[in-house]
């Protein structure tokens, strides 16, 4: 009887990690690590500043956060679809020198307001980017940054692409308001 139990507890666990994973796959990106190289490099370029607040849409295990209340003096907010990456960034902000300055949020970004945000990172498919792209533009305020990994925002101009070298992933970085693409030449 016990043994029952925990089989179809363990089961059902198992089956809400990967049903959870899915759903943030479709909707915004899979979970996939950043190079803790990469997550300063981002950071440096959205130039956080001390008591700004930082936004990782699709957080994983929380390392762009964690990196800018620590290295950077900022606060955090996250936001994650899959299970698995939440429940490890909430594992990983247990001391009290990060929970009492990064809350990570097991919502969809998409219906959270971006409205009091100094900096956005994001590391999400092209579909995601073209979807948050008015998002963006409706709600963060002049001088907020998005800093976003891999991929950019269709139609908007970025104030900054940086490839260091020729193999490295590239970062687009926006100042908002932005400017339409197609109005710089």
């Known amino acids: 009887m016990v043994a ?3 089989f179809y507890t363990v ?6 990690v990967f049903l959870t994973a899915a759903v943030a796959g479709a909707k915004a990106a899979p979970f996939v690590p950043t190079w803790q190289r990469d997550v300063r490099r981002m950071l440096n370029l959205a130039q956080v500043k001390p008591g700004e607040r930082v936004v990782d849409l699709g957080s994983g295990d929380g390392r762009f956060l964690i990196t800018a209340v620590r290295e950077f003096g900022a ?9 698995l990456p939440y429940l490890i960034s909430r594992w990983r902000i247990i001391h009290p020198s990060l929970n009492q300055r990064i809350k990570i949020h097991y919502r969809d970004f998409y219906r959270s307001s971006l409205s009091a945000v100094d900096v956005v990172t994001c590391f999400l ?3 995601a980017m ?3 792209e008015g998002k963006f533009r409706h709600e963060l305020r002049p001088g907020s940054r998005v800093v976003s990994y891999a991929f950019r ?12 070298f020729p193999r490295s992933t590239p970062v687009f ?5 932005f400017q339409s693409s197609r109005s710089r030449t």
């Open 4 to 6: 029952d139990l925990v």
């Open 153 to 164: 925002l269709p139609n908007v101009a970025a104030d900054r692409i940086d490839k260091p």
């Open 11 to 16: 089961a059902v666990a198992i089956i809400a």
């Open 130 to 132: 073209a979807k948050l």
């Open 75 to 83: 606060i955090g907010d996250g936001y994650e679809l899959s299970l």
């Open 173 to 177: 970085v926006y100042t908002a308001p």
């Open 125 to 127: 498919t092209p579909r």
